[in-house]
């Protein structure tokens, strides 16, 4: 792997720190050697302005759904109400989210890393099905460790 994504996943395994879970997750958003954001697996809130990511994240797709014109119902594009029994926010997703449209087609890179809460040491990772969704339908390539 090339020494620019060692760089940017050290980030990530960084910012997983900020994490309390016992599974400590990072993500760094780039685009062109900038960063657009970063995330960390949490519990769920209300943090995101006083709404829940949920409702962020619905908002966010059913944008790309009518530009797109989607031809298939919104709850099925949307994978069926995604996130209603989850209890956290994985770290790619609070990632995308902060990053809003400016991560849409236009070449980012998620680099994605489980940190070790014994040692801090860097653990295989790789994004769940819903947030590996999620990022195609962004046109987000994901590298993990």
């Not at 720190?17 to 993500?27: D, E, L, P, V, Y």
């Not at 709404?51 to 797109?68: A, V």
Request: glycine share 8%; proline share 1%.
């Amino acid at each position: 792997m090339p020494r620019r994504h060692d760089k940017y996943l050290n980030i990530a395994l960084e910012i997983a720190n900020k994490g309390a879970m016992s599974k400590q997750h990072g993500a760094v958003l780039v685009n062109r050697g900038k960063i657009l954001s970063t995330g960390y697996n949490k519990y769920l809130t209300r943090a995101i302005s006083g709404r829940s990511w949920r409702d962020d994240l619905q908002t966010q797709l059913h944008k790309i759904w009518l530009e797109k014109n989607i031809q298939t119902s919104f709850s099925t594009y949307s994978n069926g109400g995604w996130g209603k029994m989850g209890c956290s926010l994985h770290a790619e997703m609070d990632a995308i989210i902060k990053a809003g449209v400016s991560c849409n087609n236009n070449g980012s890179v998620l680099y994605v890393t489980r940190r070790s809460t014994v040692d801090g040491r860097a653990l295989n990772s790789s994004p769940c099905k819903r947030c590996t969704k999620a990022a195609f339908r962004r046109g987000i390539k994901i590298i993990c460790t």
